[in-house]
């Protein structure tokens, strides 16, 4: 991957970042494989005119906003509270493994960064901004709170509390989707929910507690998103 600003990223959460977009890709290109076979299926069996009306409904079936992902996990590390904060407010955050990792690109400017994505063998891309700020509590916890936009557009939010505990750090981190997703989404979700563990592993995190059903990864929601 190219070197972006000097930016140090960890080669083992790289390698798993690496695993998981292969992995990704191949699960994407299935499922477009799968929607076209659909339709030249139907073309061959009925007609052209059945096989137009099968591809608009495949069409607006994958991409009709409707999944709207959120969830909690807790993590506990060795290193101290100090050294959790500034990795949630930096460059690369332990929980933006899999844009980081995958980014042709990191621009980085005081408590904002930007991570240039491509696919489609370079012919489109996208700019995920992250946008961070932290705030210490009175009862001594820190809290970090991210906020991601792609291309500008309102994305997702992580809200990240850390304190100490006993002799190691103690992090909870929510997060919830700014936006709904379409069905195309779903090879993303399901290959980031395999790898997810291991790359925070490889970043010196260990996961405690993460409800299986990540409160709705899959949840399909009729209600504003409007905050």
């Not at 191949?26 to 061959?44: A, H, K, Y």
């Not at 700019?127 to 291309?151: D, G, K, M, P």
């Not at 936006?179 to 010196?204: C, D, H, M, T, W």
Request: a negative charge.
């Amino acid at each position: 991957m190219p070197s972006s600003q000097e930016i140090t990223r960890p080669d083992p959460a790289l390698a798993v970042a690496e695993q998981y977009l292969r992995r990704e890709r191949l699960l994407s290109t299935l499922m477009v494989i799968l929607v076209l076979s659909t339709l030249f299926g139907t073309f061959l069996v009925a007609s052209l005119l059945p096989a137009v009306i099968v591809g608009a409904v495949l069409l607006v079936a994958i991409r009709v906003p409707l999944i709207q992902p959120d969830g909690t996990a807790s993590l506990r590390t060795d290193d101290d509270v100090e050294t959790v904060i500034e990795s949630f407010t930096g460059p690369v955050p332990p929980v933006l493994v899999f844009q980081w990792g995958i980014a042709d690109e990191i621009i980085s400017k005081e408590s904002t960064v930007t991570y240039r994505i491509s696919y489609l063998f370079g012919l489109r891309s996208t700019e995920i901004t992250v946008h961070s700020r932290t705030i210490t509590t009175q009862n001594r916890e820190s809290q970090v709170e991210l906020e991601v936009t792609a291309n500008e557009q309102p994305w997702s939010t992580y809200t990240v509390t850390i304190h100490q505990q006993s002799d190691q750090t103690a992090i909870t981190y929510d997060y919830t989707a700014d936006r709904r997703f379409g069905v195309r989404r779903v090879p993303q979700r399901i290959i980031a929910k395999r790898y997810r563990n291991k790359a925070l592993s490889e970043q010196g995190y260990t996961v405690v507690e993460r409800p299986e059903d990540d409160n709705g990864i899959w949840k399909c929601c009729f209600t504003s998103t409007e905050k």
